[in-house]
């Protein structure tokens, strides 16, 4: 076992790797070879894996390459990675190298010397183009609100914990849940370090806006009811509304002030009632859905091959 583990998710991050492995070449001078490099290639369709399983032969760093059948997402690839880890401190980051590696120099710092459990990053700026820099603030902002107040406002791409910490995030076998929610569902001693997200410069990122909702949804219908009673708090608004406008329709009816062909009424309501008993019912699909995901016991990836580099 060894004292430090990194999990890098690779996903369509070809022209990063000289740049990657340059910095796993610093890590391990840094450190000594006291350190593990775990690499999950998730699927990606473009040649990311053999440039790694080729640039990291012969380096003398202690690493693992493990391939996935197909791509599961990035977070399924981050737990892979732990999974296979063997380090007593683990950390993950993105190998697109936007968040700057000294942050695990200073993550490792924390847990070594045990003021803390997990450690995450806060991103404190970004240097993006303005729309991605909107959309971002935009995605957070939405996320603190309904899933998870406690987030940085920045929100979480890096983190690093240590054996216990790891051993109960694995322990929760959940399909289409949160990485990043499980970590601050699951307790223990925090501590956030502030950072400066750097521009990308190579490539262009798979996380896009589809996966982004996708990554809300999981979260929020994974550990917040807040749909459900968002839901109910519109019904019964629904009911109360639908009662008053019956009322004054009787007494408008009766005070003949109607014309009996209510044309424009009756389709409106219609519509209206038709879509919101279509969006509860999507609703509530969403969380049955998930739980029949979790009664199948289907595994959470499937790995193809292990290119093992670890020192003997």
């Given at each position: 076992?060894?004292?430090?583990?990194?999990?890098?998710?690779?996903?369509?991050?070809?022209?990063?790797?000289?740049?990657?492995?340059?910095?796993?070449?610093?890590?391990?001078?840094?450190?000594?070879?006291?350190?593990?490099?775990?690499?999950?290639?998730?699927?990606?369709?473009?040649?990311?894996?053999?440039?790694?399983?080729?640039?990291?032969?012969?380096?003398?760093?202690?690493?693992?390459?493990?391939?996935?059948?197909?791509?599961?997402?990035?977070?399924?690839?981050?737990?892979?990675?732990?999974?296979h880890a063997s380090g007593e401190h683990v950390a993950?980051?993105?190998?697109?190298?936007?968040?700057?590696?000294?942050?695990?120099?200073?993550?490792?710092?924390?847990?070594?010397?045990?003021?803390?459990?997990?450690?995450?990053?806060?991103?404190?700026?970004?240097?993006?183009?303005?729309?991605?820099?909107?959309?971002?603030?935009?995605?957070?902002?939405?996320?603190?609100?309904?899933?998870?107040?406690?987030?940085?406002?920045?929100?979480?791409?890096?983190?690093?914990?240590?054996?216990?910490?790891?051993?109960?995030?694995?322990?929760?076998?959940?399909?289409?849940?949160?990485?990043?929610?499980?970590?601050?569902?699951?307790?223990?001693?925090?501590?956030?370090?502030?950072?400066?997200?750097?521009?990308?410069?190579?490539?262009?990122?798979?996380?896009?806006?589809?996966?982004?909702?996708?990554?809300?949804?999981?979260?929020?219908?994974?550990?917040?009811?807040?749909?459900?009673?968002?839901?109910?708090?519109?019904?019964?608004?629904?009911?109360?509304?639908?009662?008053?406008?019956?009322?004054?329709?009787?007494?408008?009816?009766?005070?003949?002030?109607?014309?009996?062909?209510?044309y424009t009424t009756l389709v409106l309501l219609i519509?209206?009632?038709?879509?919101?008993?279509?969006?509860?019912?999507?609703?509530?699909?969403?969380?049955?859905?998930?739980?029949?995901?979790?009664?199948?016991?289907?595994?959470?990836?499937?790995?193809?091959?292990?290119?093992?580099?670890?020192?003997?």
């Open positions: 076992m060894t004292a430090r583990s990194i999990v890098f998710p690779i996903y369509r991050n070809e022209e990063n790797i000289p740049s990657l492995l340059q910095t796993v070449a610093d890590f391990h001078a840094r450190y000594q070879g006291e350190i593990e490099f775990v690499f999950v290639i998730d699927g990606s369709p473009d040649d990311s894996g053999s440039l790694l399983v080729a640039g990291l032969s012969g380096s003398g760093c202690n690493y693992k390459i493990i391939f996935h059948s197909r791509n599961f997402g990035s977070f399924t690839a981050i737990r892979t990675g732990l999974e993950a980051m993105a190998a697109d190298l936007q968040e700057p590696p000294d942050l695990i120099v200073q993550f490792f710092s924390i847990l070594e010397r045990d003021s803390a459990d997990v450690v995450f990053g806060r991103r404190a700026g970004r240097d993006d183009p303005l729309m991605t820099r909107f959309l971002s603030q935009t995605f957070w902002a939405a996320y603190r609100r309904l899933v998870l107040p406690s987030m940085p406002s920045g929100g979480v791409d890096i983190f690093a914990c240590n054996k216990q910490v790891l051993e109960v995030i694995l322990s929760i076998e959940e399909p289409n849940s949160s990485l990043v929610v499980q970590l601050f569902w699951v307790g223990f001693r925090r501590e956030f370090v502030s950072y400066r997200r750097r521009e990308r410069e190579h490539g262009k990122s798979a996380w896009g806006i589809g996966r982004r909702l996708r990554y809300m949804m999981d979260s929020i219908f994974s550990f917040s009811d807040f749909p459900i009673v968002l839901t109910l708090w519109v019904g019964i608004a629904g009911c109360v509304l639908s009662l008053i406008f019956a009322a004054v329709t009787v007494i408008a009816r009766l005070l003949g002030r109607i014309d009996p062909a209510g519509v209206g009632f038709g879509s919101a008993i279509l969006a509860v019912q999507g609703i509530l699909g969403c969380y049955l859905w998930r739980a029949v995901e979790n009664t199948k016991s289907r595994p959470l990836r499937i790995i193809s091959r292990v290119v093992d580099g670890t020192l003997k």
